[in-house]
């Protein structure tokens, strides 16, 4: 267990519809990160956001917008879906590791199919 | 822009057999380097790390080294498990410090049959 939480496990929607993934950092982690796994482009980072304010920016739709919240809980919104959205969608926390190293802790992930 | 090749897979093994799982990366400074496993309906475990030239990381009998010569992270087990079947995943995090993003590969899924 790595200590991130990641809620629903499962999410079927329809097309056009918008949903919000949840997640919880390691206790004391204060930067979250999301990515998206997909069988044709992989693992994808989308965005970062440190201590409440957003960090960096992958290949993040502009349909999507995440945010951090004062409890560093995170949320992805996912809006007018469409059916290459389906994929699993992690959460990840960063702690400080040896060696000044910031390592990457994963949540269980979310999986989202859009019919 | 930074990028992680791997080793195209499914590899499937015996077990007690060795293994090693390619990767090189392309990076513009002085990435860190990781290797991360999927085991079945979960989600990305760190295996190990490595964080300057010549490093090696090192767990649970896995190996690796960061070679900035020929910018290379190659896995290594010497005698795998079945329970080490899972998707090995090698990723690159720009800043040193590892406090960016993480840039990854394709994955390869490695099976071991007893």
């Known amino acids: 267990d790595s200590g991130v939480t990641q809620t629903p496990k499962h999410l079927i929607t329809a097309t056009g519809q918008r949903v919000t993934l949840r997640c919880s950092p390691r206790?004391?982690?204060?930067?979250v990160y999301w990515y998206q796994q997909s069988l044709d482009q992989g693992l994808q980072f989308l965005i970062q956001?440190?201590?409440?304010?957003?960090?960096a920016k992958g290949n993040i739709l502009e349909r999507f917008s995440a945010q951090q919240f004062p409890d560093l809980h995170s949320e992805l919104n996912l809006s007018s879906l469409e059916l290459g959205d389906s994929a699993l969608y992690f959460c990840?926390?960063?702690?400080?590791?040896?060696?000044?190293?910031?390592?990457?802790?994963f949540g269980p992930g979310t999986r989202l199919t859009v019919t | 822009g930074d990028s992680v090749t791997q080793m195209e897979g499914p590899v499937t093994l015996s077990e007690e057999a060795f293994l090693t799982i390619n990767c090189t990366y392309t990076a513009t400074g002085y990435p860190s380097l990781f290797w991360y496993v999927q085991y079945p309906g979960e989600g990305l475990q760190l295996l190990l790390k490595a964080t300057k030239a010549d490093d090696k990381g090192s767990n649970k009998g896995f190996e690796a080294t960061y070679r900035k010569e020929t910018t290379s992270f190659h896995l290594e087990k010497g005698s795998v498990q079945v329970s080490d079947s899972a998707v090995y995943f090698c990723a690159l995090s720009e800043d040193q410090t590892g406090a960016n993003n993480l840039f990854f590969g394709t994955g390869t899924r490695l099976t071991v049959i007893p």
């Open positions: 990840a926390s960063s702690a400080r590791g040896g060696q000044g190293s910031y390592e990457q802790y």
């Open positions: 956001y440190y201590n409440g304010e957003e960090r």
């Open positions: 206790s004391g982690d204060l930067s």
